[in-house]
C-alpha cells in the first residue's frame, strides 16, 4: 500500500498532472481580476477553484502516505510546509474585507511553481544562497549613494531643488541614475543650469538660483555610473551567477546519492531474489530425494 503511493508520489505523470493545475489556478486567479467576466462565471470559476483545491489536497495526501510509518518526513521540506500552508488557509473562514487576503493566498499557490520545476528551483536555492554576500555588496552600494548623494546636495541643491533638494530625493535621484532611467536629464540640468533646461513649465519648483556647472556635472554623474551601474551592479550578477554554481553542485550532488541509493536497493533485490532462487532449488532437489 505504502509502496503504491510512493511510486505515484515520484511518478512523472503525478507530478505533470500537479504542475497543470498550478498553471490553471494561476490562470483562474488572473481571470478574477475581470470583474464582469468573473461574476458572470463565478459559478464555473468556484468549481474549478474546488477541482484545483481538491488536487492539491490529494497531492499532500499521497506524499504523506507515502512516508509510511513516519508521515512527519513529509514537514522536513520547507516546501512542503509551504504547500500544506496554502491548502490549510484555503479552508479559514475568509470574508467580508478579509476577501484580499483569500485571493492573496490562491495568488499564492501560483508559487508552487518553483517546486514543480527543478531549474526554478535552483534559481531560488541560488538566489537564497547569494543573499549574504550580497548583503555585503548592498552595503558597499548603500555608501556609495550616501555620499554622492551628501556631494549631490552641496553642488546640486541650489540649482536643481527638484532633485537635490535634500539628502533623501538626492538619494531617490541617484537610484533613477544607477537604473539608467534618463540619468542624463539629471546631469544637462547641472550642466547648463535649471533656467536653461529642465525646469520650464513647473510652477511647483521654479529655478530660483540656476548654476551652470558643466566639469563637475559630467565628473558627478559619470564617474557615479560607472562605479554604481558598470561596477557594483554586476557585483551582484557576479554572486548570483556563483550561487547558482553552488546550487548547480549541490542538486547534481543529490541526484547523485539518490542514483546510488537506488543501485544499493536493486543490488539488495536481485541478492535477495538470488538467495530466494537457491533456497527453491534446494527445495526442489529435497522433494526429489
Known sequence: MIAAFKRISDSSWFQNLVTVAIIFAGVLVGVETYNEFAEKHHHILGLLDKIILGVFI???????????????????????????????????????????????????RVLKLIKALPKLQMLVGALLKSIPSMAYVSILLLLLFYIYAVAGVFFFGQNDPIHFGNLEISMLSLFRAVTLEDWTDLMYINIYGCDAYGYDGNPTSPCVTSMAQPALAVSYFVSFVLFGTMIILNLFIGVIMNGMDEAKAEMEEEARLEKNEDAVQIHDLESKIEELSKMLSTFKKEQKL
Open 58 to 108: 490529494v497531492e499532500i495526501v499521497v506524499k504523506i502516505v507515502a512516508e509510511g510509518k513516519k508521515p512527519w518526513n513529509y514537514f522536513k521540506d520547507p516546501w512542503n510546509i509551504f504547500d500544506f500552508i496554502i491548502v490549510v488557509a484555503a479552508f479559514l473562514p475568509f470574508g467580508g474585507s478579509s476577501i484580499a487576503i483569500l485571493r492573496l493566498l490562491r495568488l499564492l
